[in-house]
């Protein structure tokens, strides 16, 4: 059974920092590219960044760019946003997500496109 489990959200202070983790079980993350997406409440969900299948290009939205950083451990099939500087407007659950149809040097960030999602992790920046 593919699964994927977000973790590491919590209660930060703006200007703090936070790192969420993406775990897989039931398949090998390196083979998907990776999404992490958001929804505040009464928003639509948002990509936030993502990690192609060969970990070479990754892609932020503008609004977190220069703030948060994606990464890949293959050995603990596990994919990290690592979220600096953060902003009250960065509240949200944060959702991880693997595609499985592109090419290894490719990663998008319309949820559309992918196939597996985590059931998130509740991000609050407040003072």
């Known amino acids: 059974q593919l699964q994927l489990v977000e973790s590491g959200g919590g209660l930060m202070q703006p200007g703090g920092s936070l790192r969420l983790s993406c775990a897989a079980s039931?398949?090998?993350?390196?083979?998907?590219?990776i999404g992490w997406f958001r929804q505040a409440p009464g928003k639509e969900r948002e990509g936030v960044s993502c990690?192609?299948?060969?970990?070479?290009?990754?892609k932020y939205a503008d609004s977190v760019k220069g703030r948060f950083t994606i990464s890949r451990d293959n050995a603990k099939n596990t994919v990290y946003l690592q979220m600096n500087s953060l902003k009250p407007e960065d509240t949200a659950v944060y959702y991880c997500?693997?595609?499985?149809?592109?090419?290894?040097?490719?990663?998008?960030?319309?949820?559309?496109?992918?196939?597996?999602w985590g059931q998130g992790t509740q991000v609050t920046v407040s003072s």
């Open positions: 997500a693997a595609d499985a149809g592109k090419l290894p040097s490719v990663c998008v960030l319309p949820k559309s496109e992918y196939d597996y």
């Open positions: 039931g398949f090998t993350l390196d083979y998907y590219a």
């Open positions: 990690l192609s299948r060969r970990g070479g290009s990754t």
